[in-house]
């Protein structure tokens, strides 16, 4: 059968069928992603709105005032890094927000495998006991050690049948830091829980079936899957400890302020909004530096910021 008849015969393996198909279907799907594309900006110009209402434009108004307020220059941050109370503070928050994350990473893995590997109705209350300060109010949670801390609260008051006379918590470091792991050890359990509960036991079970002791199975294979999780849950520990106000104003003292309570009695103490600008935006530089150092660290070891925000993949 010749080359004519075919076409005759199937129309639509003709090269000009085949063109005006392209031709027409073209235009369609050009005009059907344009569509889409104007209507995923429709849906989302709402939460652009808020964003730029609500946080880049006090972003913005922060960035001006740290240059601006009282006057232009960089008088403010002269005042910052010239002061050695203020990098004192400095050092003193990033400091006791690092220690925060460590307990609550040490505190929080043995947590999370817990609810990872019990049954479900276990890991219901479990789970129940994670969400429970979530619906408390922080304020409450910090008064609650306030009253716990003192000398005269039942755990002194246990304490000194062992002789210890007196706790010497309250308005400390370390009372400013076991308040802060509190609020903060649920944060640092969810992303855990999450990242360890799509984990697949049976590849322990196969090491173990092929010699390893339990121990070589979990740091060979368990740990390094649930690392994502755990890179997680300290990066979201420690940017979140680095803005704490109530915790540290309320347990710690006037000698161990956070840059949150500084540009509290900057802006509201002193009237002096340039020098609270200022520390708003060493804060947020200290911040971005921080996602930023985790970006990179994830990129060269295989995985991304997603990972490491969002659990792991396995």
Known sequence: ????????????????????????GAPGRTRSKTHGTRTLLLVLLPAFVVLAVFYFYPMLTVLVASFTDPTPGLQNFEWFFGQRVNLDVLWRTAFISFWATIICVAL??????????????????????????????TVVRTFAWVVLLQDSSPIGDFMKIFGVESLGLIRTPA???????QVLLPFVVLPMYATMSRIDMRLLTAAR?????????????????????????????????????????????SRDAFLSTLIQGQVQGLAQWGHGAVIGFVLLVLTLGILGVAGYVARKTGGSVQDMVGGSKA
């Open 108 to 137: 929080a893995y043995p947590f999370s495998y817990l609810m990872s590997v019990v049954r479900p109705r276990t890991r219901g209350l479990l789970m129940l006991v994670v969400l429970v300060p979530f619906w408390t109010s």
């Open 1 to 24: 059968m010749s080359d004519a008849s075919n076409t005759q015969q199937f129309p639509a393996l003709s090269p000009r069928a085949t063109r005006v198909e392209k031709a027409d």
């Open 209 to 253: 079936s092929l010699g390893a002791r339990p121990s070589k199975a979990f740091f060979s294979i368990y740990l390094p899957l649930s690392l994502p999780g755990v890179a997680s849950g300290a990066l979201l520990c420690f940017v979140m400890a680095l803005g704490f106000y109530i915790t540290p104003a309320m347990l710690g003292s």
């Open 175 to 181: 009372a400013v830091l076991i308040g802060m792991a």
